[in-house]
């Protein structure tokens, strides 16, 4: 999910346990005017060294939201002013984070472009302010350093930051459709270079401390504090803030210097990549990428370009004043609502609305050890959940074991974890061929094969052997939860628990609650679903319950446009080209067209013609064929070793051509296929609202982005409904349905906001 892989990023960070008011801050000011007024910044002066400290007490991150920047301005006017400082440090007293970023509620309020300008320029102006300070500031970073957050640092004249896992740095605006408007496309080009800086604004990827360090974010690190009289993390706030303070007085005092002389190469690459034609080489190549990955349907990146090429070629007046109208107009498109709707939607679905359950999720035992079962298993022991992985064969849980510590090492490799940090996670997996250990069991997921009968014979072993209180819980892509919970002697333990493979890549998690499921069993698939670090929507029971539901008419569709004529590259070409990042017909095949094949009977006996379109023959000859998908090694496509070594399988073509249909001329252009396929997935998200199986758009929306790759430039099937009409959804719908009859009926809710424009699904 490229498109919106840093979604979110803000909301990962931990509590705070520090006051915002704590030591002897405001040292030499009026009581009167600092702690009546002053909740998010304080200060105190140790020796001649100012120590600014932030810290939200309304949230679990500082953000520079109106009242920081309010206080910010305040307290750094006092500091200026006061002869007796000599330089400043500017520190979080928030464990795990420095500053995540703007506050988006601002963005948000704003009416019109010029208004989102506006706040940019102020922004531009405050950091110009810091940059050209009398006395040099430098800033102290522990935990998350993003979007404005980093632009503050980059505008400081020094910066030290901890090893921790949790300090990072980066530009993720690009992923809520935006650019960093605060002078960051001005002051990075020039602080990492221009390749440096265009891989962070484009991506909106983290940067470790380590790496940042190399590029020349920062100028020092130091390493954090483990556990002593205090806890770690307040032992490393201190200490960070024990060096700030002895660097800002070395560079007070001109012992500490704030530019290295540069060495012989990086003034010959500085020179090289000064010249005209090597940066205009640079930008073509850089344009070019962005056009290639985002299909030319996100502008963010594209005004990014703009603007440092407004900086570097025309001057720094000209580059401030491009990127504070670019961050305007941004701000204003539909792309940047649509993400920043995600981003939203994704902090709501990480919060356990089913409250604490009675009991924690200590043990967990998964049955079967296949790609799903390893999966959930290595998700769970990498988060400190004591882990059974039980099969019945000896293969079986060998392979398991196997994908499991391969995701660890992966890892290893990346130099997210050490070796011994893997091989400690790893200890908490215990693989076995019985239900030895199950009778302390909190949870138990099953992740058997999708057949009604295997899984009845689990759930009657496995009860047989389990405490009262623990829950059992399905991992099941279409199979109704109740029909499952039939063969129990306690459906209100019973649980759906959806997860999407890659289990360890895909983010979402799809909880499906029957009517006899109890909230304490909901309440705990949600803590063990958030535990491992999953976004999690809760939905009503029925075939297919939401995202497969969703996604199994615009698969029979795909299927009837392969018969139409239009070839798997074509038709991967199409879909991407809408914005979703996997074509439909490599979907099916990473899916598993026996897979797809066993979902498609199952749903079309469910619902009928509704679920109709393309011959479902087609995917199971497939499947006799062996043409099962990349698992196979063929499936639509022919797969190599190499991940995009691929290209279309002849034996596929040979059984679409012998089912071969007439395309109706009418609604056969690109754009109608485009249509055909995202109308028939939207109006079944809409039905799922109106039958109750989802609760709100919001999770809808989360769960078709996340669960399906829908199109995250739209924001899932709900705001493309508010977006491009549901009037003219509908109209294009019926001529479908002129030609191809009640597949393409739109369900009533949709009628209903169609008839009257004012109705939204989001406000």
Not at 59 to 71: D, F, I, P
């Amino acid at each position: 999910m490229a498109g919106v892989r840093a979604v979110g990023v803000l909301s990962r960070f931990a509590t705070s346990k520090y006051s915002p008011l704590s030591g002897h801050a405001c040292r030499n000011l009026s009581v009167s005017s600092c702690l009546a007024a002053r909740t998010h910044v304080s200060y105190e002066v140790k020796d001649d060294v100012a120590v600014v400290r932030l810290n939200d007490p309304t949230s679990k991150v500082n953000t520079l939201s109106v009242q920081m920047q309010s206080e910010l301005t305040e307290v750094m006017g006092e500091v200026w002013s006061n002869g007796a400082v000599k330089s400043a440090v500017l520190i979080s007293s928030k464990p795990g984070c420095f500053i995540a970023g703007a506050d988006i509620n601002m963005i948000q309020a704003c009416k019109s472009s010029e208004e989102v300008t506006n706040l940019s320029r102020e922004g531009q102006k405050m950091f110009e302010k810091i940059e050209k300070s009398p006395i040099p500031i430098v800033a102290a970073i522990n935990g998350s350093c993003l979007g404005g957050g980093l632009e503050f640092a980059i505008a400081c004249q020094y910066r030290i930051a901890t090893k921790s896992k949790k300090t990072v740095l980066g530009t993720p605006e690009v992923m809520l459709g935006l650019l960093p408007g605060a002078g960051g496309t001005q002051r990075l080009p020039k602080m990492v270079g221009l390749p440096g800086a265009f891989d962070m604004m484009l991506t909106g990827r983290n940067i470790r401390a380590d790496k940042a360090k190399k590029m020349g974010l920062v100028h020092q690190l130091i390493d954090p504090l483990g556990p002593g009289l205090k806890s770690a993390e307040e032992r490393t706030i201190e200490y960070l803030e024990e060096v700030a303070v002895g660097v800002a007085k070395g560079i007070a005092n001109k012992q500490v210097a704030l530019t290295k002389e540069k060495g012989l190469v990086q003034k010959v690459q500085d020179a090289v990549m000064g010249l005209g034609p090597v940066k205009n080489k640079i930008y073509k190549t850089v344009s070019e990428k962005v056009q290639k990955q985002t299909k030319g349907l996100y502008p963010a990146p594209v005004k990014i370009i703009e603007c440092v090429q407004a900086g570097l070629d025309k001057g720094g007046e000209s580059g401030y004043l491009t990127e504070a109208t670019n961050f305007g107009k941004l701000a204003m498109t539909t792309e940047s609502k649509a993400l920043i709707g995600l981003y939203q939607g994704q902090v709501i679905c990480k919060k356990n609305r089913f409250g604490t359950p009675e009991r924690e999720v200590k043990n967990l035992a998964i049955l079967g050890a296949g790609l799903m079962g390893a999966g959930v298993a290595q998700v769970s022991v990498d988060k400190g959940l004591n882990t059974i992985l039980k099969d019945t064969t000896v293969d079986g849980v060998s392979r398991g074991q196997q994908q499991v510590y391969k995701g660890l090492n992966d890892k290893v490799r990346k130099k997210a974890l050490t070796s011994f940090e893997r091989d400690s996670t790893l200890s908490f997996l215990s693989a076995q061929l019985d239900y030895s250990g199950f009778r302390a069991a909190d949870m138990v997921i099953e992740a058997v094969f999708e057949d009604i009968h295997i899984k009845h014979k689990v759930l009657k072993e496995v009860e047989a052997v389990i405490p009262p209180h623990c829950v059992f819980a399905t991992n099941t892509s279409a199979l109704p939860i109740k029909d499952i919970a039939a063969a129990s002697i306690r459906p209100d333990k019973v649980i759906g628990m959806h997860y999407f493979s890659p289990v360890d890549k895909m983010q979402l998690l799809e909880i499906i609650t029957t009517e006899q499921t109890s909230k304490d069993t909901t309440a705990a698939a949600v803590a063990v679903g958030l535990k491992q670090g999953k976004i999690i929507i809760v939905v009503g029971d029925g075939p297919g319950f939401y995202t497969t539901r969703c996604l199994a008419p615009m698969l029979a569709e795909a299927v009837r446009v392969l018969q139409e004529g239009v070839g798997p590259k074509k038709l991967d070409a199409l879909t991407t080209g809408f914005g979703f990042p996997v074509g439909m017909a490599t979907l099916a095949d990473e899916v598993g067209i026996d897979v797809a094949a066993h979902v498609a009977e199952d749903l079309g006996k469910a619902f009928g013609e509704r679920f109709g379109g393309g011959n479902v023959k087609v995917l199971q000859t497939m499947v006799d064929k062996g043409f099962k998908g990349r698992k196979s090694g063929k499936g639509c496509f022919v797969y190599g070793k190499g991940k995009k070594d691929k290209s279309v399988n002849p034996g596929a073509e040979e059984i679409i051509q012998n089912f071969k249909l007439a395309p109706p001329p009418a609604v056969s252009s690109d754009s109608d296929v485009q249509y055909r396929l995202v109308s028939r997935f939207v109006n079944e998200a809409v039905l799922c609202l109106q039958e109750g199986i989802l609760s709100d758009p919001v999770e809808g929306d989360i769960g078709a982005v996340f669960g399906l790759g829908f199109p995250p430039c739209l924001g899932g099937p709900f705001r493309f409904v508010d977006s491009i009409g549901a009037e003219r959804l509908v109209g294009m719908m019926r001529r479908f349905e002129d030609v191809y009859g009640t597949q393409f009926s739109p369900c009533q809710l949709l009628l209903d906001h169609a008839k009257d424009p004012s109705k939204k699904f989001h406000k």
